[in-house]
């Protein structure tokens, strides 16, 4: 195993960190849905069989079809509280990876000109710069000259300071992801019951806020790598050999705006998340089943509209022999004839 060093120290915290969450995930779903799959398919099925003995038996008032929504309401929010298969699919991959790979392609979208693969790589380069800038200045202090150490230190703590602020908001969102995701059997459950949705709704907010932190930091902190890279390229390309003890100004400035810029963006994304309003479409794991079945019952109607219609347009000539002499037989209404 390669130790850490400034060089490799974000592609292998990230690699840690995304290797220890998804097991996180996996093996805290996993604990809750084994230990509520058989109560929760007991009540189920208990609270189906008492409705359907009420219904019949007349002490419940509802119709067969709301019943019917009902019971596969429960079976997609039992899909998905218990199967690990179609939870990774739709929820891990859509507020994690999905996030994540939207950062990517917005960080190498925003740096084309460099050589970077994605937002690890982003900010790993932009910090060896940083870091070697800073080690030239430092090289070229000495026991009568000390400004250089000033200066090397000014550097230091202006790349560091937008490098581990963007990185700490990237790692600290996929630590409250694998989180939220880890416990999700529990607040799946919660559609069930009218008095919890909205332990759901915010759940679900938590979720959306935390992957805009995903997608909008690594779009902000393209912006700010590029500007870095900017600020420090011009000492970076000449080993530093020309730096003054006032070069080390625009760097600072550079770095105190891309860090306001990083803490603004991740409160919007924050807000955003927290003012996402589910109120309408906390049963989506069933709601589309009970829009399935009312499009059915739409179309059952149509058709007895249409057979209806065609019986009415039918020739005489199309019709049986004894349709034909019923027809003949019946008497005529001659007050229709009356002006």
């Not at 770095?255 to 810029?261: I, P, Q, R, S």
Request: neutral net charge; charged residues 10%.
């Amino acid at each position: 195993m390669v130790s850490p060093t400034y060089a490799n120290i974000i592609g292998q915290l990230t690699g840690q960190i995304d290797e220890i969450s998804k097991t996180f995930v996996v093996n805290g779903y996993q604990a809750l849905a084994s230990h509520l799959e058989k109560p929760l398919a007991g009540a189920c099925v208990l609270a189906l069989v008492l409705m359907g003995f009420g219904i019949m038996m007349g002490f419940i008032r509802m119709p067969s079809k709301d019943l019917m929504k009902l019971a596969l309401r429960m079976g997609g929010i039992y899909l998905f509280a218990m199967s690990w298969g179609f939870f990774s699919e739709y929820f891990v991959g859509l507020f994690v990876d999905g996030a994540s790979e939207l950062g990517g392609v917005l960080m190498k979208a925003n740096l084309s000109g460099l050589s970077v693969d994605g937002v690890n790589s982003g900010l790993q380069s932009v910090l060896n710069e940083v870091v070697r800038v800073g080690a030239w200045t430092w090289d070229k202090a000495s026991f009568k000259h000390w400004s250089p150490i000033f200066v090397a230190l000014m550097i230091y703590l202006s790349g560091i300071a937008v490098i581990g602020l963007a990185l700490f908001e990237l790692i600290i969102a996929k630590l409250m992801l694998a989180v939220c995701l880890s416990t999700a059997p529990i607040f799946i459950l919660f559609t069930l019951f009218d008095f919890t949705k909205s332990l759901f709704e915010r759940w679900i907010g938590t979720l959306a806020g935390f992957s805009l932190v995903l997608v909008f930091v690594s779009s902000v902190a393209s912006f700010c790598m590029r500007l870095i890279h900017w600020s420090v390229y011009g000492h970076y390309a000449n080993h530093a050999l020309d730096i003054g003890l006032s070069d080390w100004i625009p760097i600072l400035l550079v770095a105190a705006f891309c860090v306001m810029a990083l803490l603004e963006v991740t409160a919007i994304a924050k807000s955003i998340g927290a003012s996402c309003s589910t109120s309408n479409g906390t049963a989506m794991l069933g709601g589309f089943i009970g829009g399935a079945i009312g499009a059915s019952q739409k179309a059952k109607e149509a058709g007895s509209q249409s057979q209806e219609t065609l019986k009415q347009l039918v020739p005489a000539s199309a019709k049986s022999p004894v349709q034909v002499y019923q027809a003949s037989r019946a008497p005529l209404n001659l007050q229709s004839f009356r002006g």
